[in-house]
């Protein structure tokens, strides 16, 4: 049996447009703050998703798990393009040393040695707003998006019917294979399985982690032959297929579609122009860099 995201009916804001809009303003956010670099204009779009995230009414408890991940996902990277330098150099070619810290021991004659500069700075911030901007946007979409809709919100997006119910099916595994890994976990320890006491290396771990790791992926395969079986029974694919519950735009819908549309203009035509690229102050380089 598929299972879903742990959606719920939330009056909010989010939910009250048409999913397809509220997928095209996604796009059209995500294209859009992929064009910009500078601070300033991803503090706008990190303040946009934000605001989409208090509009959604999600509450903590409910995704905290996934924003925690991310939030030290998105964290850990950003610090350590900061300690590499690595990523930025394709944005900045120049950088302004505010301090040199060196390891007072050697690694087979390297010296461990960390520059830290203006760059690298504003760089690991900006790549920061711009991640957690679009991570975000994507939180709110399957805890805010009717499970029972996302096949004729793909369908009514102008996706073959093929493609729509392919979509419905990719957004449903995640929490489908988490369910059935829990469930196989509790199984498992009930029969005095310990994954707790798993000792040993590499291939060893993964060895003994087989009565985990098989049950999930055959009853995986026998899931998706059932669903490939009763797509078969039902004539799936030989022709057009019609939607039990249609979708139908209204003026808030049309505004939000609007507004996407403006945002991704405004956005390509700045960066056309070359605004937005990498910046830093220029007093804070005369104050920091030297």
């Known amino acids: 049996m598929l299972v879903t995201w742990r959606y719920r009916d939330r009056n909010s804001i989010v939910q009250k447009f048409d999913p397809r809009a ?5 796009v059209c ?5 992929l064009m910009f670099w500078d601070l300033r204009y991803l503090a706008f779009f990190l303040a946009l998703a934000l605001l989409s995230l208090y ?11 996934a ?7 998105v964290t850990f990277f950003a610090f350590l393009t900061f300690l590499t330098g690595r990523g930025g150099m394709e944005v900045y070619t120049e950088e302004h040393t505010i301090r040199t810290i060196s390891a007072p021991f050697t690694i087979i004659g390297w010296q461990p040695t960390l520059t830290i500069t203006v760059e690298r700075i504003f760089f690991a911030i900006s790549q920061l707003f ?21 096949g004729v919100t793909f369908r009514g997006l102008g996706m073959p019917d093929k493609f ?3 979509m419905d099916l990719t957004m449903r595994f995640v929490p489908t294979f988490a369910r059935d890994f829990q469930l196989t976990y509790d199984a498992q320890r009930a029969r005095g399985y310990e ?20 049950p999930v992926t055959i009853h995986a395969i026998i899931g998706s032959e059932d669903i490939i079986d009763a797509m078969d029974l039902r004539a799936f694919g030989i022709g057009p297929r019609t939607w039990l519950i249609q979708l139908h735009y209204r003026w808030r819908d049309y505004a939000l579609i609007a507004f996407s549309i403006v945002l991704l203009v405004v956005s390509l035509s700045l960066s056309l122009f070359g605004f937005g690229k990498f910046f830093v102050p ?7 860099g030297g």
């Open 55 to 65: 509009g959604s009414r999600i509450q903590f408890r409910e995704m905290y798990r």
């Open 67 to 73: 924003l925690i991940f991310i939030l030290g996902f």
């Open 29 to 33: 956010f995500l294209v859009s703050t």
């Open 195 to 214: 994954l707790e006491n798993i000792r040993g290396g590499l291939i060893a771990q993964v060895r003994k982690m087989a009565p985990l790791i098989v």
């Open 130 to 150: 711009r991640v957690l901007s679009i991570a975000i946007m994507t939180i709110i979409i399957p805890y805010s998006l009717n499970p029972s809709l996302y």
């Open 282 to 288: 220029l007093s804070l380089i005369q104050n920091l």
């Open 164 to 166: 729509a119910y392919a």
């Open 22 to 26: 509220w997928l095209i303003f996604y």
